[in-house]
């Protein structure tokens, strides 16, 4: 079984809402940074949000700000992107990463595919009527 997991990706329709999880079962999370990326047909896959682990900050990409929300349940090593007023340019496969974050950094310090170490398998989200 992978370590890190996502699900809850599917067909919506523009202005509705999904919620994706990421279930990294064998991380405690207080020492990693977590990332969400997205990859667009024919573009390549880009970070929109993450979470910093030691002390739940978060950031997100201007694309996304003020429509998805990153938090987290340590009880169950999951991480969840809330995710709503969806357009049509949010379509794409999403991705969970996770890295460890050493001592005083931040999620954020961390933009790239390369600098992630683990990842799922992705998850399909289109956004059509």
């Known amino acids: 079984q992978s370590d890190v997991v996502e699900s809850g990706g599917g067909l919506v329709q523009p202005g509705g809402s999904l919620r994706l999880s990421c279930a990294a079962s064998r991380f405690g999370l207080d020492y990693y940074a977590i990332g969400w990326f997205r990859q667009a047909p024919g573009k390549e896959r880009e970070r929109i949000s993450c979470l910093t682990g030691s002390d739940g900050m978060t950031y997100y990409d201007d694309s996304v700000k003020g429509r998805f929300t990153i938090s987290r349940d340590n009880a169950k090593n999951t991480v969840y992107l809330q995710m709503n007023g969806l357009k049509p340019e949010d379509t794409g496969v999403y991705y969970c990463?996770?890295?460890?974050?050493?001592?005083?950094?931040?999620?954020?310090?961390?933009?790239?595919?390369?600098?992630?170490?683990?990842w799922g398998q992705g998850t399909q989200v289109t956004v059509s009527s």
């Open positions: 990463a996770v890295r460890e974050l050493p001592v005083y950094r931040q999620c954020n310090d961390y933009k790239y595919v390369y600098e992630y170490t683990y």
